[in-house]
């Protein structure tokens, strides 16, 4: 047993304060899998966490940091043994149980996935918890039809983490990618990454009308509020929006106009607690479908030690892509 190096969130009387040190080993919590973390990766979530925006954390000290890659060190776990490479996403790490911003971490073996065959450490944390968001909200539309000769697919936010991989994803797939956006300087790289359309994202961020010009056939929206509002209001007849994040905001300002006049879905998508079924599948289709060209364009890379101030960044709207945490 020894100490390693971690970022440390603690609370005082005046907030929430996030700092590189060491933690004791002794202080890991419950779990029947050590894991040596290589790589991790930075989502808005983790933002939240490290800037204190939001209580994403709910117990103090926190090592925050939602997904991790690493290979098992000590188990207990039927399915895991020593050197056995292995990534997770979500299961309160890093808001309940102690997370990846770490190089090393304690958890239930049941959260754990094998990497997925032809992927790097380094690659899994760029696609990370935003990219496999990406495809569960992918593999939704599909669920519900919402096949490429259905018609566009809008995208928002699509130059952020969830954004920039959908955009990719849907592309590959042979969708026509309608992509929303705040930053107009990014057109070329949506663009590159498949985006038929670039849409400012001003025309989707104001208060909306119960209906509108039908314009799409489905949508992926990690912005929520008004934004989300106006892609359902211009949803076409039948169409489906899988929404799983709120960027802009938590409300939802809409009427039910959508839904009973021109029978629109809504479909909600949750990576946190999605049942082991559901992420071996979407990880498995990610190594199929995510175009690993296209996936090194979207990611830059930092080191842990500079994982709290790119959390200011990525609250700011600054983060272009996906960032991914070297550890070791
Ligand atoms: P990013 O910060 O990388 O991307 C968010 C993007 O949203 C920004 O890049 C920006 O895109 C756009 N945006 C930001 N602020 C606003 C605003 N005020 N109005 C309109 N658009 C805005 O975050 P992630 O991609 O990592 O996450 C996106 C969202 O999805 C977050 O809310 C996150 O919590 C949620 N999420 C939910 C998950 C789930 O399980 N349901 C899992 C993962 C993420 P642009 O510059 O192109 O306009």
């Known amino acids: 047993m020894g100490t390693f190096k971690a970022v440390v969130v603690t609370k005082g009387e005046t907030g929430t304060t996030a700092a590189l040190s060491t933690f004791d080993e002794n202080d890991l919590m419950d779990g029947d899998v050590t894991v040596r973390v290589s790589h991790s990766t930075l989502n808005y979530k983790d933002g939240l966490a490290l800037t204190g925006k939001a209580p994403v954390i709910r117990r103090f000290p926190m090592i925050p940091g939602i997904d991790f890659a690493g290979v098992v060190e000590t188990s207990s776990h039927a399915d895991f043994k020593p050197g056995d490479a292995v990534i997770l996403n979500g299961w309160g790490t890093g808001e309940t149980h102690l997370g990846a911003f770490a190089e090393k971490t304690r958890v239930k073996g049941d959260w754990l996935v094998p990497l997925p065959a032809g992927l790097s450490s380094a690659e899994a944390m760029a696609v990370g918890t935003a990219g496999y968001t990406a495809m569960l909200c992918v593999m939704a539309l599909e669920r519900h039809g919402i096949r490429p000769d259905r018609g566009p697919v809008v995208v928002t936010g699509a130059a952020g983490g969830v954004g920039s991989v959908a955009t990719a994803l849907l592309a590959k797939l042979g969708y ?20 038929a359309e ?20 489905g949508g992926v929206d990690s912005v929520g509020s008004h934004t989300l509002a106006n892609v359902l209001a211009m949803t076409r007849y039948g169409g489906a929006v899988a929404a799983c994040g709120l960027a802009q905001g938590m409300d939802l300002p809409t009427t039910v106009a959508p ?10 998508v949750d990576s946190v607690m999605a049942p082991k079924t559901l992420r071996l599948e979407a990880w498995s289709r990610l190594a199929r479908d995510l175009d690993r060209e296209k996936l090194a364009t979207i990611t830059s890379t930092i080191p842990l030690e500079s994982v709290i101030e ?19």
Do not use: C, M, N
């Open 198 to 217: 670039i849409i400012d994202r001003a025309e989707l961020s104001g208060p909306a009308k119960p209906l509108a010009k039908e314009r799409w056939a």
């Open 176 to 195: 026509h990618v309608i992509a929303s956006t705040g930053r107009p300087q990014e057109a070329s790289y949506l663009t590159a990454l498949g985006a």
């Open 310 to 328: 790119a959390g200011q960044a990525i609250i700011e709207g600054r983060i272009r892509g996906r960032v991914v945490v070297t550890i070791d």
């Open 259 to 268: 839904f009973i006049l021109r029978g629109v879905s809504l479909l909600g």
